[in-house]
């Protein structure tokens, strides 16, 4: 069974940084591209940002580019967001999510991924 669990989010103010981190189990993590994308309430879920498979390319939305850098240990098979600068148009529940050899051109499309994680809330207070 797979299972990618989000941790990391909290209460912060503007300017501050945080640190998310999703652990994945039961799939071969290093055949994933992996994503994160959020989703603030009455908002369609967005992308944010994405790394391959290997952790060579990555890619942002323009709203985080930075500030957010993601990254991936696939020895732990864990992918983490480090997000400075944080602003209260950052607050949303964060996912992550998992595309098997997803392809950076799809990277930014929810649909494209195989496995989403429960998310975690992310409130950037003024």
């Known amino acids: 069974q797979v299972q990618l669990v989000e941790s990391g989010g909290g209460l912060v103010q503007a300017g501050e940084s945080l640190r998310l981190s999703c652990a994945a189990n039961?799939?071969?993590?290093?055949?994933?591209?992996m994503s994160w994308f959020r989703q603030a309430p009455g908002k369609e879920r967005e992308f944010v940002a994405a790394i391959s498979v290997s952790g060579g390319s990555t890619n942002y939305a323009d709203s985080v580019k930075g500030r957010f850098t993601i990254s991936r240990d696939n020895a732990k098979n864990t992918v983490a967001l480090q997000m400075n600068s944080l602003k209260p148009e950052d607050t949303a529940v964060y996912y992550c999510?998992?595309?098997?050899?997803?392809?950076?051109?799809?990277?930014?499309?929810?649909?494209?991924?195989?496995?989403w994680g429960r998310g975690t809330q992310v409130t950037v207070s003024s």
């Open positions: 999510a998992a595309g098997l050899l997803l392809q950076p051109t799809n990277w930014d499309t929810p649909s494209r991924y195989n496995y």
């Open positions: 039961g799939l071969t993590f290093s055949a994933y591209a």
